[in-house]
């Protein structure tokens, strides 16, 4: 998956690359990155409609080689929805991001 990831997270205009990867039934139903001033869970739930509903979402945060933390946010300061909110309104039920030394965090919505 990280290098389907790396590939993806190359598509991102900012400096940190963010990918997030929406999983259901161990197919994916889509891929988002960060661009413009979009987030790239948003990205990924955006054109989703409701068979979006009890999958996961995988957060990546890519650079070169290495993974970042990559918790999907709980404010946005745009007064846009944050990512945590769009996670939860999609039914969306797990969560599972890069952290900053590298690991997979799984964690419920
Ligand atoms: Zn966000």
């Known amino acids: 998956m990280i290098a389907l990831v790396q590939r993806h997270a190359e598509r991102s205009d900012h400096l940190h690359h963010h ?9 994916i ?11 790239a869970e948003e990205d990924a ?9 009890g999958a996961t979402l ?5 650079k ?3 993974l970042l933390l990559a918790k999907p946010c709980q404010h946005r300061f745009d007064g846009r929805p944050s990512c945590e909110e769009l996670i939860r309104r999609a039914g ?7 952290t900053s030394t590298g690991e ?3 964690s419920r919505v």
């Open 19 to 27: 990918c997030a990867l929406v999983v259901k039934h161990g197919r």
């Open 58 to 62: 995988y957060s990546f945060r890519v």
């Open 29 to 39: 139903l889509s891929i988002g990155v960060n661009r413009n001033s979009n987030h």
């Open 104 to 106: 997979m965090k799984r």
């Open 64 to 66: 070169g080689n290495r």
């Open 92 to 98: 969306i039920k797990w969560v599972i991001y890069s």
């Open 45 to 53: 739930i955006g054109s989703l409609s409701s068979r979006v509903k």
